[in-house]
């Protein structure tokens, strides 16, 4: 608790006392904006709890000056402009007002009342009953404290959010923000005893229970030395620490992205916090659709496969198109997951009746035979490692999940040194990358007798222990973070 402050109006009008009984020391406002030794210093972490947050209000310029200054404040500006009058706009109230009805919806008690009135404070809220919605709430709104209005004309709706200081509460409420405040600065704002000089902290983002993860356990580890030997303490983080983001410099994905999950959440909250971030959000969004993906490449001019979207009425269509053997694809498949190879009329009926079950459109391309694909990894425009991953034993993927057996059956693969691939998939591979943004990439090419042809772009390419660091080794995962930090650095430069 050392390094972080509690910025308050007048430290004479509230004074919190923690489990023990002591004292939580407060800084008054006014002193923290004009005294000059807050101002250099990096590892400080504050916490706002100033009454007023209007635009170039005490509050307000609290959160400004302490992003200025490179240190972590909730709540952030960002924050405190969405929640803003006439600002709400900037969040995604449609998609909180659905999350909020599913939650009252499965609450059995009070739903004979048409308002709610709850405090939230950290995530956590003041009635135990609404545990859930207080975490949903701090997901869109990360701030101290907030006094939340929910409406129920119909369906239940967020009327009302503002964030509120806690000198304004009173008797067991006041008791119970500084008991949550307490907890909180023991949890999560806890300063590691080495920390790096730099100051920076980068969260890793993983799902331990994945079948088929971007990286490995010792890939992690990897990442994790990488970051520190960078000028960065790493953290491996999991779903469950959404409201935490705030409290990191940067984010980096290593787990399977969709749109339509949280991983997509986490990377634009992420980078609403103004976290450095791979994947970024727009990256997520051109990769993973593969149709969006395809149209990409094909206004840039980059080589592919033949390929048509197709509808329900497109069908007949692709065999004149495409002929046979041809791959059908839905548009949000991965990891060589919902994609199918038909050979004739009877396959290709059943093809796509199963693949329009999840989807209005899908993706045909000719089918180009090949040992093996190349994967390149692309850094910020850069070839980064480069990769032949064989097709599965008598498969025509280099994964198939259609074994019999229950474990994934997997072709085997080769590392080269980018300098001894060849140059025109090299230079194939980063020019499709670049298409899509300034990441890390994983761009699928195959190479047959008459042309070099890109697959797909992955935004969360696989990195694991002992494949694709075989080369190279740990610089590897060094040049990665060195990219995080080379980034970090740029936006501290901006700052000052």
């Not at 006392?17 to 020391?25: C, I, L, S």
């Not at 600002?87 to 009252?104: G, Y």
């Not at 990769?387 to 057996?405: D, E, L, T, V």
């Not at 995962?477 to 740029?490: K, P």
């Amino acid at each position: 608790m050392k390094n972080t402050l509690l910025l308050v109006e007048d430290p004479a009008h509230w004074r919190p006392r923690g489990a023990t009984g002591a004292e939580m020391p407060c800084l008054a406002a006014v002193d923290y904006l004009t005294d000059p030794r807050w101002t250099g210093s990096r590892q400080q972490r504050v916490i706002n709890l100033c009454p007023d947050h209007a635009y170039l209000d005490l509050g307000y310029y609290s959160s400004l000056l302490a992003e200025a200054r490179g240190q972590r404040v909730l709540p952030s500006v960002r924050t405190i402009n969405d929640l803003a009058e006439g600002a709400q706009a900037a969040v995604d109230l449609d998609d909180l007002n659905r999350r909020i009805k599913r939650l009252l919806n499965r609450r059995r008690n009070g739903l004979d009342s048409t308002r709610l009135e709850l405090l939230v404070a950290f995530g956590e809220a003041r009635v135990k009953d609404l545990a859930e919605i207080g975490k949903t709430l701090y997901q869109s709104f990360p701030a101290p404290l907030l006094r939340v209005e929910l409406e129920r004309e119909g369906l239940w709706r967020v009327s009302g959010i503002r964030i509120v200081a806690p000198d304004k509460l009173e008797g067991a409420d006041a008791q119970w923000f500084a008991e949550v405040l307490d907890r909180y600065l023991g949890r999560n704002w806890r300063v590691p005893r080495d920390r790096h000089p730099r100051g920076y902290e980068l969260a890793i983002l993983h799902s331990p229970d994945e079948k088929l993860p971007p990286s490995d356990r010792k890939a992690l580890a990897h990442f994790i030395k990488a970051a520190r030997a960078e000028g960065m303490d790493a953290e491996l983080i999991t779903v469950d620490d959404f409201s935490r983001l705030a409290e990191f410099d940067a984010l980096f994905i290593r787990e399977t992205t969709a749109v339509n999950d949280y991983t997509y959440r986490f990377s634009r909250r992420a980078e609403r916090e103004g976290l450095v971030v791979m994947d970024d959000p727009r990256s997520i969004l051109r990769c993973t659709n593969k149709i969006y993906l395809a149209e990409t490449l094909t206004a840039a001019g980059v080589p592919t496969p033949k390929t048509v979207v197709a509808t329900r009425r497109d069908v007949d269509r692709l065999i004149t198109k495409l002929g046979f053997p041809m791959v059908l694809k839905v548009p949000d498949g991965s990891f060589s997951r919902g994609v199918i190879k038909v050979n004739d009329e009877a396959e290709l009926e059943a093809g796509v009746a199963s693949l329009f079950k999840d989807s209005e459109l899908i993706l045909a391309q000719a089918f180009a035979p090949t040992r093996f694909d190349w994967r390149v990894g692309v850094l910020a425009g850069e070839p980064l490692y480069v990769a032949q991953y064989a097709m599965a034993p008598g498969h025509w993927q280099i994964i198939n999940h259609g074994a019999q057996s229950n474990a994934l059956r997997i072709g085997e693969h080769l590392t080269l040194a980018v300098e001894d691939a060849p140059k025109e998939v090299i230079d194939l591979a980063v020019r499709a990358a670049n298409t899509i943004g300034d990441g890390l990439y994983g761009v699928d090419i195959k190479q047959t007798e008459d042309a070099v042809l890109v697959i797909e772009v992955n935004d969360n390419p696989s990195i694991d222990s002992d494949v694709e660091d075989q080369v190279i080794g740990d610089e590897l995962y060094r040049r990665i973070m060195r990219e995080f930090v080379r980034r970090l650095d740029a936006r501290r430069r901006v700052v000052q």
